[in-house]
């Protein structure tokens, strides 16, 4: 005998399986399906009468809810109607006409072959770029270079200690007189090659290194070549194929670093174009 | 026979033209002879009006300094009578393009296709933008509008006696073959068979269609009945382009290149006369053998056949390391250019399909390519936005032709030999000459 009833109001659901074992050993009761059908018919007359009952915050906030319910329920039954009328095609056509030799083909190798009409941004006055990482902060040199005081009494203060703990730099190829290059030995990783990404086409190329351009957190950085978020570098792009209106091959392009590559260990750039 | 006679060995030459047939007797001749000289010789023997520029081959290699230095190379001996093939170059000679004349705007969309009309006087264009657009040639400016499909026009042909232009657009991509006639305006018949949508159709010389599909297969049809006679099979990806031997004469019909003007005149002549000129021209450029087709495929390979008597290939031409765009047989049939991905054009031998030389240049992948009416000059465009123009004999670049500010999509040289036009992803349609 069946005592406990089905549960299809607004009680959650039990928490253990007792009511499907209880099914399973027992099965229904015999008018079972009959009075879920006709509770479940109820239940929008009984909803109705709930909203237009209710009084104060709790009506406030029961309306908001219902009111954000209905808004979906109008959306998907308007898609679901959409899809079941064939519209007459707008007079417009498609975008992207290709030749009939490239019809079927995805446009993955297009990615490797960047557009030339991607319209390049002018520069408005001498010195001032638009890049997309436009702040960084800027360290000044005593924060780079920390003082470190020697002597019996602590007064030479010539000695200075490079306050990065571990960074990701540039040298380039035979440039083995620098000092930069004996400390990056012991503490900083040179990296030839970064993750570029094209904005536009969202696809991204693993290219060389060919320079820091410039470091925005402090000239330091930038004459010494570590690279840091925000950097301006310049990259190899001649895998990518572009071409100039005049016909040359461009060869090299300006990226800005987007992470920081002490915390990954590489470098993400973004192209700037 | 070896005769000492002054400090240069002579030796017994025997003229042969292409087919095998021979021309005059044995002939005694210097070692150090040019082919210069070699071509008075072998004018006299043909006792032509005019005499015919010719090149000489013996054994597939040129002669080119002296007769001497090939026989060295080749290790050939003197002893006996040698045979050297003479071939008839092209009488004219087209001049490379070298500047953009015109840049024309009015396409509001990217120009996917470009053909001058057989006699160089007319060009057309068709564009994304539904509509395929007529350009005045001589003032270089627009012409005619032509509006109706209802998308975008994929392919553009005009008829051999300029007076028809037919266009195909996208809406239709099953895989039937539907022959139109052009004056009632309807259709004639539906060739089925393909089990994947036709990539290219053909119309041979002889009465025989031929289609290639994305079901890797290449079917000739009987154009009078639509009949099925033969399915060429071998290729292991889509077949996306074909290519006839005698595709520019079917082209030019009656306009004979040599004889091109400045200015480009249209046909003159009733129907009958221009059919009969025609007809002189194409049996003069196939000759005795059959047509040859040559299929260029996703598989990086092309097959050269002979579709009107056996199944089987003639030959497979490997090398391409991405896949074949487009195969054009060049003009005097002898030559085979292929275009591919992988910024290359290959040049092969039109009537064996040996492999000949390759032409590196393009940094992106190259769509279409073009000869010039003399079979010298090869332009081709691709999606690094340039056309180049080579020197077919040398195999280098004669004149790169940058411009464009997109991907070239379509490239197309007159058969008058003056003018090359482009068109591109960005919309505008350019005009090359001298």
Known sequence: MNLLTSTSCDFSEPQNEHIELHRKRHGYRLDHHERKRKKEGREAHERSHKARKMIGLKAKLYHKQRHAEKIQMKKTIKMHEQRKTKQKNDEKTPQGAVPAYLLDREGQSRAKVLSNMIKQKRKEKAGKWEVPLPKVRAQGETEVLKVIRTGKRQKKAWKRMITLQFFHCFVPLGFSFHFLYCFSLYNGLRFKKAHVTHPELKATFCLPILGVKKNPSSPLYTSLGVITKGTVLEVNVSELGLVTQGGKVIWGKYAQVTNNPENDGCINAVLLV | ?434
């Open chain 2, 1 to 434: 026979m070896n005769s000492m006679s002054g400090d240069v060995e002579r030796l017994l030459i025997q003229f042969r033209d292409e087919a095998g047939q021979t021309l005059g007797s044995p002939f005694d001749v210097p070692l150090d002879i040019t082919p210069e000289k070699l071509q008075l010789v072998c004018n006299a023997l043909l006792q032509k009006d005019e005499p015919v520029p010719l090149a000489f081959f013996i054994n597939e290699a040129e002669v080119l300094s002296s007769l001497g230095a090939c026989v060295q190379t080749l290790g050939l001996d003197t002893e006996q009578v040698l045979p050297v093939v003479y071939q008839p170059q092209a009488v004219f000679r087209v001049r490379a393009v070298a500047r953009c004349t015109s840049s024309l705007q009015g396409h509001a969309e990217a120009v996917i296709s470009v053909a001058f009309s057989p006699t160089g006087k007319y060009l057309a264009s068709g564009s994304g933008d539904t509509t395929v657009r007529f350009w005045d040639l001589t003032t270089e400016t627009p012409h005619h509008t032509a509006r109706g499909h209802t998308h975008w026009v994929l392919s553009i042909a005009w008829s051999p006696d300029s007076r028809k232009l037919a266009s195909g657009c996208k809406n239709s991509q099953d895989c039937s073959v539907r022959i139109w006639d052009t004056v009632l305006g309807r259709c004639d018949k539906i060739l089925t068979g393909h089990t994947q949508s036709v990539t290219c159709v053909k119309w041979g010389g002889d009465g025989l269609l031929y289609t290639s599909s994305q079901d890797r297969t290449i079917k000739v049809w009987r154009a009078k009945d639509g009949v099925q006679c033969r399915t060429l099979q071998g290729h292991a990806h889509w077949v996306n382009t074909l290519a006839l031997s005698t595709d520019y004469v079917l082209r030019t019909g009656a306009f004979e290149p040599a004889t091109a003007t400045v200015n480009p005149q249209d046909l003159t002549g009733s129907l009958e006369e221009l059919k009969e000129k025609a007809l002189q021209r194409y049996t003069k450029v196939r000759g005795q053998e059959p047509e040859r087709l040559v299929s260029g495929s996703d598989d990086f390979t092309l097959f050269l056949w002979k579709p009107a008597e056996d199944k089987k290939p003639v030959a497979r031409l490997t090398g391409h390391q991405a896949l074949v765009n487009e195969v054009l047989f060049s003009p005097d049939t002898r030559l085979l250019a292929s275009a591919s991905f992988d910024k290359s054009i290959k040049i092969w031998d039109g009537r064996t399909g040996k492999y000949i030389t390759s032409l590196r240049g393009h940094v992106g992948s190259v769509y279409q390519v073009s000869w010039s009416a003399d079979s010298r000059l090869l332009v081709s465009g691709s999606s690094d936005s340039t056309l180049k123009v080579w020197d077919v004999k040398t195999g280098k670049l004669s004149a790169d032709l940058p411009g464009h500010a997109d991907e070239v999509f379509a490239v197309d040289w007159s058969p008058d030999g003056q003018r090359v036009a482009s068109g591109g992803k960005d919309k505008c349609l350019r005009i090359w000459r001298r």
